[in-house]
C-alpha cells in the first residue's frame, strides 16, 4: 500500500460545478497535511495547509478525517482556471513530505 | 533571492555525461529538498538538506547521484554517467525551518532529457 493515495482521476467537471477529491494516508502519526496544485509543466504551488478544525480560503474547503486516516479538498462554483493536477502532501516525519501521485481534474466550459 | 532559482531550466546531455544541476534557495530557508519527476508520475523524494548536513538521502536511486549544499544556500545535485532513465525534471524547494507547519516553495526545475 502507498502512503499517500490518491485517485488519479482525470475528473471532468463542467464550469461552476462542486468537486471534491480525498487523499488517504498510511501513517497515523502523520501530524501534518497540505494540498499543492501543479499545472501542465510548472512546478508545484502550495494551495492550502490542512488544519484538524478544517478550513476555508475562498472557493476552497480543506478537512482532516483523522479516525479514517483522509484529508480532502472541496472546490466550488470552479472556475476554467482551475484546471490542473491537485497534490495530497503528508508530513510522515519531521523533515519529510510524502507526496500522493495527484489527481488531474478539467473543468470544461 | 526572491524565489527558489534552479539553472539550467533545460539541460539536454549524451548518455554516459556527467551533469550538475543547481539549486538556490529562498535566503534564510534552512531546508532544502531534492525531488524528481518524470513526465506524468508524481513527485520522488531524492534528497533532504537541513544546513549544510543531509541527514535523509534514502532517495538517491543510486551511486551515480550525489549532491551537496555549502553555507547552508547553494546546492548542487550531480549525476555521473548518466542514462536515459535519468531524464525528468528535477524539482528543489526549500523550506524556513523544515518543520511540520511548513509547506515549501518550489523552483521551477531543471527539465533534463538524456539522449
Known amino acids: 500500500r502507498k502512503e499517500v493515495e490518491q485517485d488519479p482521476g482525470p475528473f471532468n467537471v463542467p464550469e461552476g460545478a462542486t468537486v471534491a477529491f480525498n487523499c488517504t494516508y498510511s501513517n497515523s502519526a502523520s501530524q501534518s497535511f497540505f494540498w499543492y496544485r501543479q499545472d501542465c509543466r510548472k512546478e508545484p504551488k502550495l494551495l492550502m495547509s490542512v488544519y484538524s478544525s478544517g478550513n476555508e480560503d475562498g472557493r476552497f474547503t480543506a478537512q482532516l478525517n483523522r479516525a479514517s486516516q483522509y484529508i480532502s479538498l472541496l472546490i466550488r462554483d470552479s472556475k476554467l482556471s482551475d484546471s490542473a493536477t491537485y497534490l495530497c502532501v503528508v508530513w510522515d516525519s519531521n523533515y519529510q513530505l510524502i507526496w500522493g501521485a495527484g489527481t488531474k481534474l478539467i473543468i470544461k466550459p | 533571492g526572491a524565489g527558489v532559482s534552479q539553472s539550467p531550466s533545460n539541460k539536454v546531455t549524451e548518455k554516459g555525461k556527467d551533469v550538475e544541476l543547481r539549486c538556490d534557495p529562498i535566503?534564510?530557508?534552512?531546508?532544502l529538498y531534492w525531488y524528481r519527476q518524470s513526465l506524468g508520475q508524481g513527485l520522488e523524494f531524492l534528497i533532504y538538506f537541513q544546513g549544510n548536513s543531509a541527514p535523509d538521502k534514502s532517495g538517491l536511486p543510486s551511486d551515480r547521484f550525489s549532491a551537496e549544499r555549502t553555507g547552508g544556500s547553494v546546492s548542487t545535485l550531480t549525476i555521473q554517467r548518466t542514462q536515459q532513465e535519468d531524464s525528468a525534471v528535477y524539482l528543489c524547494?526549500?523550506?524556513?525551518?523544515?518543520?511540520?507547519?511548513?509547506?515549501?516553495?518550489f523552483g521551477s526545475g531543471t527539465r533534463l532529457t538524456v539522449v
Open positions: 524547494a526549500s523550506s524556513l525551518v523544515g518543520s511540520q507547519n511548513y509547506g515549501y516553495t
Open positions: 535566503s534564510g530557508h534552512t531546508a
